[in-house]
């Protein structure tokens, strides 16, 4: 009906033809997380765990950011990697990247099962079913202590070098770059999707689940499809903290962590691919200076923080810079 | 007489001992254009959601084109060539109204799944939508956030995301619904200049409207068809303009 060669390219047909793009300042979370790995070489088993979080975070934001399924149960899946790398690893398979993707698998496993019946809640019930989902994870593997160790924790991990080549070494160097690693991978997915027709379908989801119906989406598919993207993802960020910390706790599985993380992602920004990038550092740093300066207010003021964030900066950091900074460039009339 | 682009046979439907559709035999010829008019509570709505699967019936049948559609879900019948509008606007919001059209175009071709190639590859789909809105006299805000256009406006984007399916049979749930008497012209308009092929049938309060777009019109009252004819038989028939008039209907 329409030659595909006939567009015209108005504003609104530029920015839908080339969203997609890489642009600069994507490559800015890249140039910090290298320049900390050369500028603060003391700080890296943090780092480390910074990364690994804000791969988590970066998988949530995929379901509750794009698709509008507000979960308080990702911690399922995060604690389903780390508990099967450290099973793996213990019981003879250590290598370290087969160990990933065995846990993203598992993790992913979970998500496509658990999926079939929360994705078909929502609002009220699909947290509360997210959350018994979680709370039953974690109860199981407190109770199968020759397993998983119990409330003791899986000890006794040592994962070999990675690729036969780099040994994870006590000052965290290997395991920051692995992390590293395991994001930048987690981030190319992600950042595939988003910027899909399948992730643009999502965010239709989020929007407007009768619409999508009506305009012929499958939407349960959809959903579930994320969940387990999502799911493996989240998976793999939990396996990688197992691997570089050679530990798993039951908190892995924590209620905890599945509210942490989202208030990573609020702090950072929802639905916007780099509020992980954002969220998981400010989070982190913020926690680990204030646990050292005020060790008995830190949840306090972390709580203060994100009162404040809801209040004043609805969007997050990024939402707050994305008003801001058209203004500093117009010289203030903006708005 | 004229193949069927949409028929329903005896469709019935109660909610517990309520019943909403009784009976309904309709049937929506190729290229019709045809209102569906009652008071409020006739079960209008309701017949649209039987027909578009978002309720299913307790009884009776719904063929597309000719083929039976009744156990088949929302987004199958879509595939079959059904596309509709709602009452109270549904749109994404917070999406640009490009954005909007981009969606249902995208599912009709079949690319909306596609997780690994840019939405913004498929020039064709981009086109198509853009194309769209330039007809629709949408093109001006094409780049504006859905959720910041007046209402009238958006009732536009209702229209052309239901158009971007290229349905063959479109139901329109009072596109002039809370819009300003200027801007229902436009809508009107566009109504009248749907391709001659789409089956068209459309609820309407608006009874300027209705005669003016309607070649048939039918009247529910109750869940059932009170009566089916030509505008012209429609406004002339007693039973119609007694339950318009408020009178008791003993019917």
Same mark, same amino acid.
Request: glycine share 12%; with cysteine.
């Given at each position: 009906?329409? *030659?595909?060669?006939?567009?015209?390219?108005?504003?609104?047909?530029?920015?839908?033809?080339?969203?997609?793009?890489?642009?600069?300042?994507?490559?800015?979370?890249?140039?910090?997380?290298?320049?900390?790995?050369?500028?603060?070489?003391?700080?890296?088993?943090?780092?480390?765990? @910074?990364?690994?979080?804000?791969?988590?975070?970066?998988?949530?934001?995929?379901?509750?950011?794009?698709?509008?399924?507000?979960?308080?149960?990702?911690?399922?899946?995060?604690?389903?990697? *780390?508990?099967?790398?450290?099973?793996?690893?213990?019981?003879?398979?250590?290598?370290?990247?087969?160990?990933?993707?065995?846990?993203?698998?598992?993790?992913?496993?979970?998500?496509?099962?658990?999926?079939?019946?929360?994705?078909?809640?929502?609002?009220?019930?699909?947290?509360?079913?997210?959350?018994?989902?979680?709370?039953?994870?974690?109860?199981?593997?407190?109770?199968?202590?020759?397993?998983?160790?119990?409330?003791?924790?899986?000890?006794?991990?040592?994962?070999?070098?990675?690729?036969?080549?780099?040994?994870?070494?006590?000052?965290?160097?290997?395991?920051?770059?692995?992390?590293?690693?395991?994001?930048?991978?987690?981030?190319?997915?992600?950042?595939?999707?988003?910027?899909?027709?399948?992730?643009?379908?999502?965010?239709?989801?989020?929007?407007?689940?009768?619409?999508?119906?009506?305009?012929?989406?499958?939407?349960?598919?959809?959903?579930?499809?994320?969940?387990?993207?999502?799911?493996?993802?989240?998976?793999?960020?939990?396996?990688?903290?197992?691997?570089?910390?050679?530990?798993?706790?039951?908190?892995?599985?924590?209620?905890?962590?599945?509210?942490?993380? @989202?208030?990573?992602?609020?702090?950072?920004?929802?639905?916007?691919?780099?509020?992980?990038?954002?969220?998981?550092?400010?989070?982190?740093?913020?926690?680990?200076?204030?646990?050292?300066?005020?060790?008995?207010?830190?949840?306090?003021?972390?709580?203060?923080?994100?009162?404040?964030?809801?209040?004043?900066?609805?969007?997050?950091?990024?939402?707050?810079?994305?008003?801001?900074?058209?203004?500093?460039?117009?010289?203030?009339?903006?708005? | 007489?004229?193949?069927? *682009?949409?028929?329903?046979?005896?469709?019935?439907?109660?909610?517990?001992?309520?019943?909403?559709?009784?009976?309904?035999?309709?049937?929506?010829?190729?290229?019709?254009?045809?209102?569906?008019?009652?008071?409020?509570?006739?079960?209008?709505?309701?017949?649209?959601?039987?027909?578009?699967?978002?309720?299913?019936?307790?009884?009776?049948?719904?063929?597309?084109?000719?083929?039976?559609?009744?156990?088949?879900?929302?987004?199958?019948?879509?595939?079959?060539?059904?596309?509709?509008?709602?009452?109270?606007?549904?749109?994404?919001?917070?999406?640009?109204?490009?954005?909007?059209?981009?969606?249902?175009?995208?599912?009709?071709?079949?690319?909306?799944?596609?997780?690994?190639?840019?939405?913004?590859?498929?020039?064709?789909?981009?086109?198509?939508?853009?194309?769209?809105?330039?007809?629709?006299?949408?093109?001006?805000?094409?780049?504006?956030?859905?959720?910041?256009?007046?209402?009238?406006?958006?009732?536009?984007?209702?229209?052309?995301?239901?158009?971007?399916?290229?349905?063959?049979?479109?139901?329109?749930?009072?596109?002039?619904?809370?819009?300003?008497?200027?801007?229902?012209?436009? @809508?009107?308009?566009?109504?009248?200049?749907?391709?001659?092929?789409?089956?068209?049938?459309?609820?309407?309060?608006?009874?300027?409207?209705?005669?003016?777009?309607?070649?048939?019109?039918?009247?529910?009252?109750?869940?059932?068809?009170?009566?089916?004819?030509?505008?012209?038989?429609?406004?002339?028939?007693?039973?119609?303009?007694?339950?318009?008039?408020?009178?008791?209907?003993?019917?």
């Amino acid at each position: 009906m329409t *030659a595909a060669a006939r567009l015209p390219q108005p504003p609104a047909v530029r920015a839908v033809l080339t969203r997609h793009r890489l642009r600069p300042i994507e490559a800015l979370p890249w140039v910090c997380a290298i320049a900390v790995y050369y500028a603060f070489p003391d700080y890296l088993a943090l780092g480390g765990q @910074i990364l690994v979080m804000t791969l988590f975070v970066l998988s949530l934001d995929l379901v509750l950011g794009y698709a509008g399924i507000v979960t308080l149960g990702h911690a399922a899946f995060f604690g389903t990697g *780390a508990y099967v790398a450290g099973i793996l690893a213990v019981r003879g398979w250590a290598e370290p990247l087969s160990g990933l993707v065995a846990a993203g698998a598992a993790a992913g496993i979970v998500g496509f099962l658990t999926g079939l019946v929360v994705l078909r809640t929502r609002g009220l019930t699909l947290l509360m079913v997210t959350l018994v989902v979680t709370q039953m994870l974690q109860e199981a593997a407190n109770k199968l202590g020759w397993l998983t160790g119990g409330a003791d924790g899986l000890q006794g991990i040592t994962i070999p070098p990675v690729l036969g080549l780099f040994r994870f070494d006590m000052f965290g160097r290997t395991a920051y770059l692995y992390g590293l690693a395991a994001l930048f991978i987690g981030w190319v997915v992600a950042r595939t999707i988003v910027h899909s027709p399948f992730g643009r379908s999502l965010t239709g989801i989020r929007e407007n689940v009768t619409r999508m119906q009506a305009i012929g989406s499958p939407v349960f598919r959809r959903k579930l499809a994320v969940y387990v993207v999502s799911a493996a993802l989240a998976g793999i960020a939990g396996a990688v903290l197992t691997q570089t910390t050679q530990f798993v706790g039951l908190q892995v599985l924590g209620f905890e962590m599945s509210a942490v993380v @989202i208030i990573m992602l609020i702090l950072g920004g929802i639905g916007r691919l780099y509020g992980a990038f954002i969220g998981a550092p400010l989070y982190m740093i913020a926690q680990d200076q204030l646990a050292k300066d005020d060790p008995a207010n830190w949840l306090f003021w972390i709580g203060l923080f994100l009162l404040l964030v809801v209040l004043f900066a609805r969007g997050g950091v990024l939402g707050l810079a994305d008003r801001i900074l058209p203004r500093l460039r117009k010289g203030g009339d903006g708005g | 007489m004229a193949e069927a *682009a949409l028929e329903t046979v005896a469709l019935c439907k109660s909610f517990g001992a309520l019943p909403v559709a009784r009976n309904i035999d309709f049937r929506l010829p190729v290229g019709a254009r045809h209102a569906l008019i009652g008071p409020n509570g006739a079960g209008k709505t309701t017949f649209i959601n039987l027909v578009t699967g978002r309720l299913m019936p307790s009884s009776g049948r719904i063929l597309l084109g000719g083929a039976d559609v009744t156990s088949l879900a929302p987004e199958g019948r879509v595939k079959r060539g059904i596309g509709r509008t709602f009452q109270i606007n549904a749109l994404f919001n917070r999406l640009t109204v490009l954005e909007n059209v981009l969606l249902a175009v995208g599912e009709r071709h079949g690319v909306a799944g596609d997780m690994l190639r840019p939405a913004g590859a498929r020039r064709a789909v981009i086109a198509e939508a853009y194309a769209l809105l330039e007809r629709l006299a949408l093109a001006d805000d094409a780049g504006r956030l859905v959720r910041e256009l007046p209402y009238g406006r958006q009732r536009l984007v209702e229209i052309a995301i239901a158009l971007g399916l290229e349905p063959r049979v479109l139901l329109l749930d009072e596109p002039a619904a809370g819009v300003a008497a200027a801007e229902t012209g436009l @809508i009107l308009d566009i109504i009248e200049n749907l391709p001659s092929d789409i089956a068209v049938l459309i609820i309407e309060h608006d009874m300027d409207l209705v005669f003016r777009v309607a070649q048939r019109i039918t009247v529910l009252v109750q869940g059932a068809v009170l009566v089916e004819g030509s505008p012209a038989e429609i406004a002339a028939d007693e039973r119609v303009q007694e339950v318009y008039l408020g009178k008791d209907s003993h019917g």
